[in-house]
Nanobody, 117 residues
Framework: QVQLVESGGGLVQAGGSLRLSCAAS????????MGWYRQAPGKQRELVAT??????NYADSVRGRFTISRENAKNTVYLQMNSLKPEDTAVYYC????????????WGQGTQVTVSS
């Protein structure tokens, strides 16, 4: 089992910045992919950014404004969010995917990000 604990959400004005953190613990494979997804009220959960090895992937809506990074020694992934817009308001979820015999997919509890106009 893997546990994911997010932190760093909050309320910020448009144009501001926030940094989300997600610490993973438990049975973590050395090869995995971590990422951030978000879900706004009334909408489906959507990909924000993922990181696997040295590769990153971003949703078009956040590319150039958000940066995903990870600190392998701490099993922690970060999401630096700059130039925030009201449409970035959502619950942000941390995700970890790995294969340990079978495919495993884990989610954090979510952290609220609210951007006021």
């Amino acid at each position: 089992q893997v546990q994911l604990v997010e932190s760093g959400g909050g309320l910020v004005q448009a144009g501001g910045s926030l940094r989300l953190s997600c610490a993973a613990s438990g049975s973590i494979s050395s090869i995995n992919a971590m990422g951030w997804y978000r879900q706004a009220p009334g909408k489906q959960r959507e990909l924000v950014a993922t990181i696997s090895g040295g590769s990153t992937n971003y949703a078009d809506s956040v590319r150039g404004r958000f940066t995903i990074s990870r600190e392998n020694a701490k099993n922690t992934v970060y999401l630096q969010m700059n130039s925030l817009k009201p449409e970035d308001t959502a619950v942000y979820y941390c995700n970890l995917r790995q294969v340990r015999g079978a495919f495993e997919n884990y989610w954090g509890q979510g952290t609220q990000v609210t951007v006021s106009s």
